[in-house]
């Protein structure tokens, strides 16, 4: 039996709805999560400042023994995902595949709309991804940069969210796409607000969603053992945040109390 832990982590808060998935989908397995909450947003950053803190990131979760990391943020598997999975020795993946995976199989019209950060849409791997599946698909991104600020805020229902969606959105309804990837753990959050413009017979891909359930084909589960201990699960950061439980709970949609540490990722930079 293999109970060693998944880890999971994300430039902030977002990837928790990927671990309220593997909670779901994966309900023995043992995870440790690490927020980067010091160094938010990734997607404004350089490539080579996303590798390095993607790096950092992998070290610190390593010292767990982890069977699995996910990387449970857009910006980090597109820009970082294809430099870091062979320079370390445990298995690593990202979550631009399994979305784009599952937008392939998805769309009848063969247009498909990807947004994310700046950092997600200007490294072109959605529609690299897309386009090795299936090269006729039309792919349309539009990077949507106050989604992550306005969700960390707790802004998921407001007017401003909604004004602003709009305009994102307007260029991939204009376009046509009868399905939309929301190419960062935090868009899940406000799932609502974009199903409310773009209406109920566009498909929006969850990242979370998707990835916990290719992490789930990737781990046997007659690797974990039922009956032994609980699943144990333990919350990092690198910095703390103003009313942290209160919104980390807003994403895994269930109530974090204790297992929460703040550690200096700089420890783990080289």
Do not use: W
């Amino acid at each position: 039996m293999d109970n060693r832990c998944v880890g999971v982590f994300d430039s902030g808060l977002g990837g928790l709805t990927c671990v309220k998935e593997i909670m779901k989908l994966l309900p023995y397995e043992s995870i440790v999560y690490f927020g980067d909450t010091g160094r938010v947003p990734y997607g404004t950053r350089s490539a080579e400042t996303i590798i390095k803190y993607t790096e950092s990131d992998i070290r610190f979760l390593k010292q767990f023994d982890p069977k699995l990391i996910i990387i449970a943020c857009g910006t980090a598997s597109s820009t970082a995902l294809e430099y870091v999975k062979d320079r370390f020795d445990v298995n690593i993946m990202g979550v631009v595949a399994p979305s784009a995976a599952a937008a392939s199989s998805l769309t009848e019209n063969g247009k498909i709309g990807v947004i994310g950060t700046n950092g997600s849409i200007n490294s072109g791997k959605y529609e690299q991804y897309l386009k090795s599946l299936n090269k006729d698909l039309q792919v349309y991104s539009k990077a949507c940069p106050m989604f992550v600020p306005l969700v960390e805020n707790g802004y998921l229902d407001s007017k401003v969210t909604y004004m602003i969606a709009q305009e994102y959105l307007a260029p991939l309804m204009d376009a046509g796409v009868d399905t939309i990837i929301l190419g960062c753990t935090h868009y899940p959050l406000i799932k609502k607000v974009i199903s409310d413009i773009v209406g109920q017979h566009v498909a929006l891909i969850d990242p979370g969603k998707e990835t916990a359930l290719y992490a789930r084909s990737t781990i046997d589960a007659h690797e974990v053992d039922p009956a032994g201990k609980e699943p144990e699960y333990k919350f990092y950061i690198s910095d703390f945040v103003d009313n942290f439980s209160h919104t980390a709970s807003m994403f895994l949609q269930k109530e974090i109390s204790g297992n929460i540490e703040k550690i200096n990722i700089e420890n783990y930079m080289v």
